[in-house]
């Protein structure tokens, strides 16, 4: 894996990719940041050796860099998930050329059903903890004490300081920003009713099928890192009702715009 993240790293070098110093995933319906950003160099994922191809047909698959708030940024317009076929150390390669390229700091950004029922469809929630409900590791294989600690600590997986500097941003802008526990599952399928309470008893309040793998390797490679929620849907067992994916696209589109304030005011200040 070393070489081939060498052989990544040197090519979207050489396509002018220098220092970038955040990394940002955009997830599902999240794709308007793009528009705020003065873009210097994009590529297509399917020409970047050694590269996944996004095969969902809502996620752009592009590698951008730029310039947003006077900061170098590589942005991912389209992530990769387990329930695509993709191994977890696939979903998570693109992490390990962000950092091989230079970044210090990892947001990340995703869809997510509310399992809290305090909270609404439209608002975000800012991830303090999660539980990896995927079943296995972006860390289990062989060799990975060659990239980093191999029984990385998990104690605070998401940067307080950050989260913090988040918390402010919402209060300053009156926007509603939850603070929660995500759980990852493997997808594609929703949840039926007894997989919302069993989530639920377990202290969840926010399910999607992303994100986790991402952190989990964030952390093993010692990224600052944070993560944000777009509710989109409210997974209430006692009244469940059909969900189309057309909706939550809808829905991750409609509360993108407090996303990107979010992310713009702190890229500013970090």
């Keep these: 894996m070393i070489k081939q993240i060498n052989e990544t790293t040197q090519y979207l070098q050489e396509k002018g990719f220098e220092n970038p110093e955040i990394g940002i995933i955009l997830g599902t319906g999240l794709g308007q940041l793009i528009d705020e950003?003065?873009?210097l160099k994009e590529v297509s994922y399917n020409h970047i050796p050694n590269f996944p191809t996004a095969?969902?047909?809502?996620?752009?698959?592009?590698?951008?860099?730029?310039?947003?708030?006077?900061?170098?940024?590589?942005?991912?317009?389209?992530?990769f998930h387990l329930y695509e076929g993709y191994s977890l150390q696939d979903v998570t390669y693109p992490v390990?050329?962000?950092?091989?390229?230079?970044?210090?700091?990892?947001?990340?950004?995703?869809?997510?059903?509310?399992?809290?029922?305090?909270?609404?469809?439209?608002?975000?929630?800012?991830?303090?903890?999660?539980?990896?409900?995927?079943?296995?590791?972006?860390?289990?294989?062989?060799?990975?004490?060659?990239?980093?600690?191999?029984?990385?600590?998990?104690?605070?997986?998401y940067d307080l300081?950050?989260?913090s500097k988040?918390?402010?941003?919402?209060?300053?802008?009156?926007?509603?920003?939850?603070?929660?526990?995500?759980?990852?599952?493997?997808?594609?399928?929703?949840?039926?009713?007894?997989?919302?309470?069993?989530?639920?008893?377990i202290g969840a309040d926010a399910v999607g099928m992303s994100t986790v793998p991402e952190i989990i390797v964030a952390?093993?490679?010692?990224?600052?890192?944070?993560?944000?929620?777009?509710?989109?849907?409210?997974?209430?067992?006692?009244?469940?009702k059909p969900v189309e994916i057309a909706d939550i696209i809808a829905m991750a589109s409609k509360a993108e715009p407090d996303m990107i304030i979010l992310f713009k005011e702190l890229i500013k200040i970090i």
């Design 37 to 39: 950003i003065e873009i």
């Design 55 to 79: 095969t969902v047909e809502f996620h752009k698959g592009k590698l951008i860099y730029g310039s947003l708030e006077g900061k170098k940024v590589v942005v991912m317009q389209g992530r």
């Design 96 to 157: 390990r050329v962000m950092e091989k390229l230079g970044i210090q700091t990892l947001l990340v950004s995703n869809a997510s059903g509310a399992i809290n029922l305090n909270f609404k469809k439209g608002e975000l929630m800012l991830i303090e903890d999660h539980i990896n409900l995927q079943g296995s590791s972006p860390l289990a294989f062989k060799g990975v004490e060659q990239l980093g600690e191999r029984f990385t600590d998990m104690s605070a997986p």
């Design 161 to 163: 300081e950050i989260n």
């Design 166 to 201: 988040f918390e402010n941003i919402a209060k300053n802008r009156n926007i509603t920003l939850h603070k929660g526990v995500y759980a990852s599952v493997v997808g594609p399928q929703l949840e039926t009713r007894a997989e919302y309470r069993m989530l639920k008893i």
């Design 219 to 240: 952390n093993h490679l010692k990224l600052k890192v944070a993560a944000v929620s777009v509710l989109t849907d409210e997974c209430d067992p006692d009244n469940l």
